[in-house]
T-cell receptor, first 113, second 119 residues
Framework: AQSVTQLDSQVPVFEEAPVELRCNYSSSVSVYLFWYVQYPNQGLQLLLKYLSGSTLVKGINGFEAEFNKSQTSFHLRKPSVHISDTAEYFCAVRRSGYSTLTFGKGTMLLVSP | DAGVIQSPRHEVTEMGQEVTLRCKPISGHNSLFWYRQTMMRGLELLIYFNNNVPIDDSGMPEDRFSAKMPNASFSTLKIQPSEPRDSAVYFC?????????????????FGEGSRLTVL
């Protein structure tokens, strides 16, 4: 079975600073990787996904993530955050051939002026 | 496209009462998932359906919980009787089946959630 570890439950950062949200997964087979964002009182929205090909994936709102197979990581980055990026971010993994996603516990990104 | 539609958005009930949560998936999607979100446990998969058939219900906490999908456009999650520890946000999500061709990647599309409070 696969699992997802988001190492930080909360990441405080100042506006316009860079940010990295960490995600590690464990699986012995091929996986697909996703980052979702959840704004207060809303459902989850897809930020980006890695399926195959280039290990650097660009998503919406200026976010990107890099798949690192040797380190089993899929860290999310943004070079300059805005106040509006304040939200909870979830990393998820889907095993090849399976329908279900396994989610990490989430990382709360807190952007202050 | 209207997206995944859940109702009610908020429900406050008393312990012992029956609760029914509803979900309308995106048209054309044939997989449907029910998740529960709490502060302590994060997002937990309760059950998922493929082509209206329950495939994996191992996440359903206990017999008080039941889910149905009578047709491709409607699903319910029922709790009877409800308990305070059931208080959570319940999400429904849908996706096109993995491997059904095109650009499908198994990406889940989530509803806005139903926030349940059991007093």
């Amino acid at each position: 079975a696969q699992s997802v570890t988001q190492l930080d439950s909360q990441v405080p950062v100042f506006e316009e600073a860079p940010v990295e949200l960490r995600c590690n997964y464990s699986s012995s087979v091929s996986v697909y990787l996703f980052w979702y964002v959840q704004y207060p009182n809303q459902g989850l929205q897809l930020l980006l996904k890695y399926l195959s090909g280039s290990t650097l994936v660009k998503g919406i709102n200026g976010f990107e993530a890099e798949f690192n197979k040797s380190q089993t990581s899929f860290h999310l980055r943004k070079p300059s955050v805005h106040i509006s990026d304040t939200a909870e971010y979830f990393c998820a993994v889907r095993r090849s051939g399976y329908s279900t996603l396994t989610f990490g516990k989430g990382t709360m990104l807190l952007v202050s002026p | 496209d209207a997206g995944v539609i859940q109702s009610p958005r908020h429900e406050v009930t008393e312990m012992g009462q029956e609760v029914t949560l509803r979900c309308k998936p995106i048209s054309g999607h044939n997989s449907l998932f029910w998740y529960r979100q709490t502060m302590m446990r994060g997002l937990e998969l309760l059950i998922y359906f493929n082509n209206n058939v329950p495939i994996d219900d191992s996440g359903m906490p206990e017999d008080r919980f039941s889910a149905k999908m009578p047709n491709a456009s409607f699903s319910t999650l029922k709790i009877q009787p409800s308990e305070p520890r059931d208080s959570a946000v319940y999400f429904c999500a849908s996706s096109a089946s993995v491997g059904s061709g095109g650009s499908n990647t198994g990406e889940l599309f989530f509803g806005e959630g139903s926030r349940l409070t059991v007093l």
